[in-house]
T-cell receptor, first 108, second 118 residues
Framework: DAKTTQPPSMDCAEGRAANLPCNHS???????VYWYRQIHSQGPQYIIH???NNETNEMASLIITEDRKSSTLILPHATLRDTAVYYCIVSFTDKLIFGTGTRLQVFP | GAVVSQHPSWVICKSGTSVKIECRSL??????MFWYRQFPKQSLMLMATSNEGSKATYEQGVEKDKFLINHASLTLSTLTVTSAHPEDSSFYIC??????????????FGPGTRLTVL
């Protein structure tokens, strides 16, 4: 599976949009991009996934570049409860290999 | 969303004893379940893939005789840490993949089990 690169940490003001980048320059054509998050001492929570097209659900939006070498997870109106570690994973199988993720801190 | 439970949520045991952790999919059938381990301030590490009715597939470096996995039904997988030692103390998390194709690439994670070996 291709590796991903994420910034180790980010801050975001409550109510503002949080844009979390992810580089996956070696992604192959059949690999999906998944985003999960983990709030302290809990199991990871699925956020969104996509292949080529941008995706949106009730939690977030996923923007994938045309060359698929990078993506951005957008939380449109961050709240304090969105403080967590966010993981970007690429995979074409069921196996999810977690990297180090981005620790997002939402502040009042 | 689908719910995955784990039991117990935390356990403390003596060195040399065995501990069993259960992972259940509560409202869907899971053909495949996964077991992860997470040490403090580290990311999740995939230990093994468990398919209902067949032997688990272990990741490189994971001792299959130490971490026994059983997936006897479509809603239950168990992880038994045999002869536990203090270095096995960790946060163990399971996940389950559903049968439905519209969620075919979504995994549902349990809340985790914190194991402390004294």
């Amino acid at each position: 599976d291709a590796k991903t690169t994420q910034p180790p940490s980010m801050d975001c003001a409550e109510g503002r949009a949080a844009n979390l980048p992810c580089n996956h320059s070696t992604i192959s054509g059949n690999e999906y991009v998944y985003w999960y998050r983990q709030i302290h001492s809990q199991g990871p929570q699925y956020i969104i996934h996509g292949l080529k097209n941008n995706e949106t659900n009730e939690m977030a939006s996923l923007i994938i570049t045309e060359d698929r070498k990078s993506s951005t997870l957008i939380l449109p109106h961050a709240t304090l409860r969105d403080t967590a570690v966010y993981y970007c994973i690429v995979s074409f199988t069921d196996k999810l290999i977690f990297g180090t993720g981005t620790r997002l801190q939402v502040f009042p | 969303g689908a719910v995955v439970s784990q039991h117990p949520s935390w356990v403390i045991c003596k060195s040399g004893t065995s501990v069993k952790i259960e992972c259940r999919s509560l409202d869907f059938q899971a053909t495949t379940m996964f077991w992860y381990r997470q040490f403090p301030k580290q990311s999740l590490m995939l230990m093994a893939t468990s398919n209902e009715g067949s032997k688990a597939t272990y990741e490189q470096g994971v001792e299959k005789d130490k971490f026994l996995i059983n997936h006897a039904s479509l809603t239950l997988s168990t992880l038994t840490v045999t002869s536990a030692h203090p270095e096995d103390s960790s946060f163990y998390i399971c996940s389950a993949r559903g049968l439905t194709t519209d969620r075919g690439h979504e995994q549902f994670f349990g809340p985790g089990t914190r194991l402390t070996v004294l």
